[in-house]
């Protein structure tokens, strides 16, 4: 699998961004789904993440009412809407594709990593 991150930019804060994540490859609906993001200087921490089919859906306290992950297997793509966007969400956001059934927060369950986009929340 190989995945693609876009959607990132600079934004003022209380504004949105919708981060979008193409895979390539197969069985893309077999895949559980995740997003992290990194601080300049720290360890990259995780944001969100959906199951296979997208019926369960895990977003970290710090973002929970803000952002939002979903997916479209028929595309092959994985969504992150990030509302109310605050400076401390500045960092580079990352998706992530492992086998269903490790734990969905802890980077190294995943097998597979896009190249990051930058997102900047500026005050």
């Known amino acids: 699998v190989q995945l693609q991150a876009s959607g990132g930019g600079e934004v003022q804060a209380g504004g949105s961004l919708r981060l979008s994540c193409a895979a390539s490859?197969?069985?893309?609906?077999?895949?559980?789904m995740g997003w992290f993001r990194q601080h300049p200087g720290k360890e990259r921490e995780s944001v969100a993440a959906a199951t296979p089919s997208g019926g369960s859906t895990y977003h970290a306290t710090s973002v929970k009412g803000r952002f939002t992950t979903s997916r479209d297997n028929a595309k092959n793509t994985v969504s992150l809407q990030m509302n109310s966007l605050k400076p401390e969400d500045t960092a580079v956001y990352f998706c992530?594709?492992?086998?269903?059934?490790?734990?969905?927060?802890?980077?190294?369950?995943?097998?597979?990593w896009g190249k990051g986009t930058q997102v900047t929340v500026s005050s």
């Open positions: 992530a594709a492992q086998t269903y059934g490790r734990g969905w927060t802890t980077p190294s369950n995943y097998d597979y």
């Open positions: 490859g197969r069985a893309f609906n077999t895949y559980t």
